[in-house]
């Protein structure tokens, strides 16, 4: 923090008239959703925290999967190994829906923190736009960058299968995984935004998404019998995970496309509940 | 033009905002004006299509917040607390506004240069003062160039420099035609500001007035006397009607007489052949005026006794 600057004063600011005076409100047309989307955009790009999450969304989904695929080479082309090198080729992937959720959640509870969500619908009446718009980039810029992670850590961990003779080809399930890692991170960040507008709170909404993904999905495997693996099975970060992995290391999970549509189904009951609420709540 | 019918606001039990109506004209600033939690945000809020109301309705030119063409260029507000992510600069909070009103991107620095904040434009606005938070947000209300101007207690960290310019903007916006409307709590600042006044308390209207009216008829006065014959001057005061209290320090008390006008009471009592020593008209101050007016709405809901409350 520095100090409070005094401002310069202007004493022939008060008489100065508008040099470019506006269309006269009568005339002016109702911006649509490409000026919502506009808008959105300079606000995900002037703010720090979304080029701080998608460095670490880098970081942990390629970075991670390089350091483990290395030193895992060797073990996976002895005959000891009982996982498969594709089960390793995306292994990042598994932790970057966390960075996903924390970008996904910012975009909209930093607006509720600061009070600027008033801004936002004050420009933006109609507030279907304003979470339509923030799902939307949210969804691409995850797509873009998430596909090109998993990418970047396969390019970046299959020399060292190939010289130990288990490379893998860009083809099959393992080019799915590619962009099927960016379509599950689009997916958790128009859950997280869903989320974000339910909660309101930064903690809160981060809280309730990790804690779902990552701790009662992997608990529900202490539920016994078939209605625990149906449970396992419809967890999101088992239904929308899948898609992002070649190989799965869970052996019960649903097909990675059928997983994945269970997957929207859930994301979209939650984005309706979302976008109910948000029309009958005061901002 | 602001036009509220029957607004209400309740929260659970809690009447925020109760069935009032108002009309903030064109042309001139109306101060909006009451102690904290009258109701004064709540209104605003409504105003700008952020809460609901709970009953009756708040329309800007005849419409609801909204329902027109790009809000921004129709009404431009100063939100309490900035309403800014701590994290962007100044410019970039304008420009994504700008962005969503289709408000061309060259506006942006012709506000920031008319509030002053030129030079810190891409500081981030966490590093801010709380005056140059305020600077901003009246930027932001610019921005549109809007016909209608709602500032949300404008002067509130200010320094004397601010305060004058911000009076200066709000009769300049006024000059030009528009709509502004103004919130305070400071009745000292309103009196300087604004030609027309709107006071709330408890969430009801108790004045919708002139300043120039609110004066007359709320700024209470009486007359100083300093006497040697106090007690003659006493007794021939009260003869006539008139309320005499004594004031002042013990050893040498002064009169307060209980009326308007400082000639009759010299007049009477020279004419009785009484001496003055000193005869001073003394307005007391439009901020007693306003504790006195929203202390009469405690006190009206505290005893429904309508005493003197103005509708």
């Known amino acids: ?283 | 033009m602001i036009h509220a019918q029957q607004l209400t606001k309740r929260y659970g039990g809690s009447t925020a905002v109760d069935a009032i109506d108002f009309t903030v004209e064109a042309g001139r600033v109306t101060g909006f004006l009451g102690p904290n939690g009258a109701g004064k945000s709540t209104t605003m809020r409504m105003l700008l299509g952020l809460d609901a109301p709970s009953a009756g309705s708040v329309t800007v030119n005849r419409r609801a917040y909204g329902s027109g063409g790009a809000p921004l260029r129709e009404i431009g507000a100063l939100l309490e607390a900035g309403a800014v992510h701590p994290g962007r600069s100044a410019r970039g909070h304008l420009r994504w506004m700008a962005a969503s009103n289709a408000i061309p991107a060259a506006r942006v620095d012709e506000v920031l240069d008319l509030v002053g904040l030129t030079d810190v434009a891409d500081r981030r606005v966490g590093t801010f003062s709380l005056g140059m938070g305020q600077r901003l947000g009246i930027a932001a209300a610019l921005l549109g160039d809007p016909g209608v101007v709602v500032l949300d207690e404008p002067v509130n960290g200010l320094d004397p420099e601010g305060i004058r310019w911000v009076r200066h903007l709000a009769r300049r916006l006024a000059d030009e035609g528009r709509t502004v409307f103004v919130s305070s709590h400071l009745m000292s600042e309103m009196a300087l500001m604004a030609d027309h006044l709107i006071v709330i308390g408890r969430g009801r209207i108790l004045a919708d007035t002139s300043m120039a009216d609110f004066m007359t008829h709320h700024a209470a006065s009486h007359v100083l006397v300093r006497t040697p014959q106090r007690e003659q001057v006493t007794r021939l005061l009260a003869d006539h009607g008139v309320e005499v209290t004594e004031a002042g320090p013990a050893v040498d008390p002064v009169l307060h007489v209980h009326a308007g006008d400082s000639a009759a009471v010299g007049d009477l009592v020279s004419a009785a052949g009484l001496t003055l020593h000193e005869l001073t008209l003394v307005r007391s101050s439009l901020e007693d005026a306003f504790m006195t007016l929203t202390a009469d709405a405690v006190e009206y809901h505290a005893t429904t006794q309508p005493e003197g409350v103005p509708a």
């Open chain 1, 1 to 283: 923090m520095t100090a409070p600057q005094t401002l310069p004063t202007n004493p022939s600011l008060p008489t100065t008239p508008s040099p470019t005076p506006l269309a006269p409100a009568a005339v002016s047309a109702r911006p649509g959703l490409g000026a919502a989307l506009r808008a959105e955009w300079i606000k995900l790009t002037t703010v720090r925290s979304t080029w701080w999450s998608l460095f670490a969304l880098v970081v942990v989904g390629a970075g991670l999967t390089v350091l483990l695929g290395a030193v895992n080479a060797e073990w996976l082309a002895s005959p000891e190994a009982d996982e498969s090198p594709a089960s390793f080729i995306t292994w990042g992937m598994m932790l970057a829906p966390a960075v996903a959720v924390v970008l996904g959640t910012l975009v909209v509870t930093s607006e509720y923190g600061s009070g600027m969500i008033r801004s936002s619908f004050a420009a933006v009446p109609s507030r279907g736009r304003v979470m339509l718009a923030k799902s939307l980039l949210v969804a691409v810029v995850l797509f873009v960058v998430g596909t090109a992670t998993a990418f970047l850590g396969y390019v970046g961990t299959n020399p060292f299968f190939e010289a130990e003779g288990i490379g893998l080809p860009l083809e099959g399930d393992v080019l799915r995984a590619m962009y099927g890692s960016g379509l599950y991170l689009a997916g958790l960040g128009v859950l997280a935004v869903a989320v974000g507008f339910l909660v309101r709170h930064t903690a809160g909404a981060i809280s309730i998404l990790l804690g779902t993904l990552f701790v009662i999905g992997p608990m529900v495997l202490l539920v016994p019998g078939a209605f625990g693996e149906w449970l396992d099975k419809l967890m999101p970060h088992n239904t929308g995970g899948a898609l992002s992995m070649p190989v799965s290391f869970n052996p019960n999970l649903l097909e990675p496309w059928t997983g994945f549509a269970v997957f929207l189904a859930e994301v979209a009951a939650v984005v309706a509940v979302a976008a109910w609420s948000l029309r009958r709540r005061d901002a």
